[in-house]
T-cell receptor, first 110, second 115 residues
Framework: QKEVEQNSGPLSVPEGAIASLNCTYS??????FFWYRQYSGKSPELIMS????GDKEDGRFTAQLNKASQYVSLLIRDSQPSDSATYLCAVDFGNEKLTFGTGTRLTIIP | DGGITQSPKYLFRKEGQNVTLSCEQNLNHDAMYWYRQDPGQGLRLIYYSQIVNDFQKGDIAEGYSVSREKKESFPLTVTSAQKNPTAFYLC??????????????FGPGTRLTVT
């Protein structure tokens, strides 16, 4: 069974701090990993893709991948109130589709 | 302006009626997907299609049907056999032939309420 696990939260982080979101997955052979941001009542928006072990940075966002430990994380630096949303982790298990976690709800406290 | 459109944004139906949700993309993507999202839940895959005239069942296909007659269009019919159809329906597309693999891009969604 291909599974993606996320802590549902809510995760509360003070404005300006670093928010750390984690995701674990069940298949060590997985190749592609994605983070989506979903505001309440809206559709998911792709914010990061990562394919290789290590870190990938894009602005205030950093995705970290550790295939040996089967986890992928998303760091948000200098958190802003506009970062308050649900963050979905998705994994390509090589079966022509993505499997999504249930999401972590993040709240940035001003 | 490339993207994915879904219509309508809100849809209300009486129990026992079939309803078709529209999804159109002009991204020239080969693959298209339908998901359902219930309050506080993740995304559950209903159907997906990798190429025109071919589609596969996802995890919760019962009570739904799809067609893929054109690359740009992937309509979803919610039939009266679907026991709990009220949900937020999301359409997505991707281009697996790209090196970006299965990056999926979502439309704005259709919120269906059945009473």
């Amino acid at each position: 069974q291909k599974e993606v696990e996320q802590n549902s939260g809510p995760l509360s982080v003070p404005e300006g701090a670093i928010a750390s979101l984690n995701c674990t997955y069940s298949d060590r052979g997985s190749q592609s990993f994605f983070w989506y941001r979903q505001y309440s009542g809206k559709s998911p928006e792709l914010i990061m893709s990562i394919y290789s072990n290590g870190d990938k940075e894009d602005g205030r966002f950093t995705a970290q991948l550790n295939k040996a430990s089967q986890y992928v994380s998303l760091l948000i630096r200098d958190s802003q109130p506009s970062d308050s949303a649900t963050y979905l982790c998705a994994v390509d298990f090589g079966n022509e589709k993505l499997t999504f976690g249930t999401g972590t709800r993040l709240t940035i406290i001003p | 302006d490339g993207g994915i459109t879904q219509s309508p944004k809100y849809l209300f139906r009486k129990e026992g009626q079939n309803v078709t949700l529209s999804c159109e993309q002009n991204l020239n993507h080969d693959a298209m997907y339908w998901y359902r999202q219930d309050p506080g839940q993740g995304l559950r895959l209903i159907y997906y299609s990798q190429i025109v005239n071919d589609f596969q069942k996802g995890d919760i296909a019962e009570g739904y049907s799809v067609s893929r007659e054109k690359k740009e269009s992937f309509p979803l019919t919610v039939t009266s056999a679907q026991k709990n159809p009220t949900a937020f329906y999301l359409c997505a597309s991707s281009n697996p032939s790209d090196k970006s693999s299965y990056e999926q891009y979502f439309g704005p969604g259709t919120r269906l309420t059945v009473t």
